[in-house]
C-alpha cells in the first residue's frame, strides 16, 4: 500500500484529533506539523481543549517534521496532502497557498467564513489542478450516513418528519477566542449549525425555501439557530445552539419519522429503530466516528487519485451559501426563496 504523507497545519482541537484519528489509519503517515505556538509544537498540548475528545497532554513528535512557518512545511516535497486545521478567517490564505504548491488539501469545515471565499478557494483547486476535502465529518458519521441511506433507498418509506439539533456549551477554549469574533468565526449558524445544514444538503437536495429564526447574547449576535427548510412532502428543521452554561453536555442527535418506522439518534448516543408494533430496536452500526471515515475517504482519494463522491468542493461551498441565507432570514423574518444555491 502506497504510504500517503501528511502535514498538519495549525495544532488545536481539531488538529490534535485530526492527527490523533490518522494514527488509526493503516497507509497513512503524519510526517508534518505546523503551528506557530511552540508550546504545542514541543509536545506539550495539555492547553488543547474542545467540546469533545477530552484535554490534550505530552505527546512524542520525534521522527515529525516541526515548522513554524506554514510556507517552509508546504516546500517539503514528501507530503502529499495539506491538511488545514486553522480558524476559518486564514483557510483561504493557506489552502491557497498549499493548492499552489502542487498539495491535495484537506480542509476543515466551513471552507470558507463566506460564499465568495469559498469560491475562490474551489477555483485555486481546479486551477493548480489539486484534490480539495472539506471535511463535514457528520455526513461520514455511523449513524447520519445510516439515515442518508435509508431516506435514499425508502427502505422504511416515505419520510414524513426529520427533526436535527446540536446543542453545545458556549465555546471558549479556542486560541486567542477567535470563535466568539463574528468575523473570524461566523458564530454559531457558520461554526456549529453548519453540520446539520450541510448533511440536510447531501440527504435531501436543496430546499425550496428556508425560514429560520434565532437568539443571541445581545442583538448583533446568533448563538442560536432554528430552521425549517421547506421540501415536498417532508418537515426537515434544525436547531443549532452552542449558547448554554459550560456545565451542559454537547450533544447532536436527530429524529427521522418514517411511514414505517421512527428512526432516533439519542442524546446518549443510543442509535434506535423504533417500529410502528411498539419494539425499540438498537440499528447496528461501525463503531467508529465520522472523523475516521472522512480522514480513511480523503487519504483513499489521494492514494488512488479520484475525486470523493460523497463531498465535492461545490457542496461545501454551497453549505456556507445555505447558512448565509438562514442568517438573512433570521435576521430579517423573512422567508427566503431558494432557486439554487
Ligand atoms: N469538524 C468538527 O467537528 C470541528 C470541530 C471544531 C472545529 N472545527 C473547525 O476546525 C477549524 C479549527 O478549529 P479549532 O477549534 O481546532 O481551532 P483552535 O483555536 O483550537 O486551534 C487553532 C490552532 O491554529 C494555530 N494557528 C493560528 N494561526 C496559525 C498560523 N498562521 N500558522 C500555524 N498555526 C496557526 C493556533 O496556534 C492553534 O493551535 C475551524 O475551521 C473550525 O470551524 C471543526
Redesign the pocket.
Known sequence: MKIVNVGI?????????HYETYQKIKGVNVAAI????PI?LSGDWSG?????GGKGSAVDLSGISLY???AEMFSDPSLDIID?????Y??E??AILALSAGKHVI????LARDAETAKRIVTAAEKHERMLFT????RFWPAYFWLANAVKNKEYGNLISAVFRRHSPL?T????N??QDQKK?GLCA??LHI?DADFILHCFGIPKSISSSGAGFNKDRLDHIHTVYEYDGALVTAEGAWEYAPSYPFSMTFTAVFDKATIALHPDGSFCLHSLDGECTDIEIPDND??FNELCEFTDCVRENKPSELITPEDACRSVRLIELEERSARTGEKVTIADL
Not at 497545519?9 to 484529533?17: E, Y
Not at 505546523?34 to 505556538?37: L, T, V
Not at 471535511?135 to 457528520?138: F, K, R, S, V
Open positions: 497545519l495549525g495544532l488545536g482541537f481539531m488538529g490534535k484529533c505546523c503551528d506557530i505556538d504545542k488543547i481543549a474542545g467540546n469533545i513554524k512557518h506554514a488545514i486545521t486553522l480558524p476559518t486564514l483557510h490564505e493557506y480542509c476543515e469545515k466551513p471535511a463535514h465529518c457528520i465555546p477554549w479556542s486560541w486567542n477567535w470563535l468565526s457558520l461554526d453540520h465520522g472523523y
